[in-house]
């Protein structure tokens, strides 16, 4: 069965740094999501992309985070000037319409 | 932000009960997903609900989605080990889908 592959699957990186995580969605899919779901907190959504831009976003979208899909398959959310709030799990998710297939998520932690 | 309020937040139950678990919001939602997530792992779709009023089953699983489409019910029948995890659920609005709280099922043999 198809799945959504995550890289890294541990980031450890220093307060003030840039990151780069990445995605492979399931090829044949049309909508990408990234999540984020801090320790002991909901899976809190962060951006959709459709059609090569982005469909929504929330409200701390734009304070650090950018969404890219830099050829046919990578998906790539980059976080500007990390703070160690950012400290994480972020589940990257592809569907035909709603997120259907979630990666096993990259565990990001800020020093 | 739109709220899903999920209850209970955590439930212990025996092997062989039944249980329900509740998705509540103020807002209405085009669609509405469950989920289950393991640790360590992504959330994993187990079924999608449109229409109000709609029932979907899934093996001992019966999800039901409220006819103003603002909350949902997930119903386990003769629960097992392996429904252990926690459940969410998760409204569409618009191309956002904005997670429930969680609830966190432990069944014990």
Not at chain 2, 4 to 30: A, D, H, K, R
Request: aromatic fraction near 12%; glycine fraction near 8%.
């Amino acid at each position: 069965e198809p799945e959504v592959t995550q890289t890294p699957s541990h980031q450890v990186t220093q307060m003030g740094q840039e990151v780069i995580l990445r995605c492979v969605p399931i090829s044949n899919h049309l909508y990408f999501y990234w999540y984020r779901q801090i320790l002991g907190q909901k899976v809190e959504f962060l951006v959709s992309f459709y059609n090569n831009e982005i469909s929504e976003k929330s409200e701390i979208f734009d304070d650090q985070f950018s969404v890219e899909r830099p050829d046919g398959s990578n998906f790539t959310l980059k976080i500007r000037s990390t703070k160690l709030e950012d400290s994480a799990m972020y589940f990257c998710a592809s569907g035909l319409l709603q997120p259907q297939h979630f990666g096993d998520g990259t565990r990001l932690s800020i020093l | 932000t739109q709220l899903l309020e999920q209850s209970p937040q955590f439930l212990s139950i025996q092997e062989g009960e039944n249980l329900t678990v509740y998705c509540n919001s103020s807002s209405v939602f085009s669609s509405l997903q469950w989920y289950r997530q393991e640790p360590g792992e992504g959330p994993v779709l187990l079924v999608t609900v449109v229409t109000g009023g709609e029932v979907k089953k899934l093996k001992r699983l019966t999800f039901q989605f409220g006819d103003a489409r603002k909350d949902s019910s997930l119903h386990i029948t003769a629960a097992q080990p392996g429904d252990t995890g926690l459940y969410l659920c998760a409204g569409a609005s618009g191309n956002q889908f904005y997670f429930g709280t969680g609830t966190s099922l432990t069944v014990i043999p």
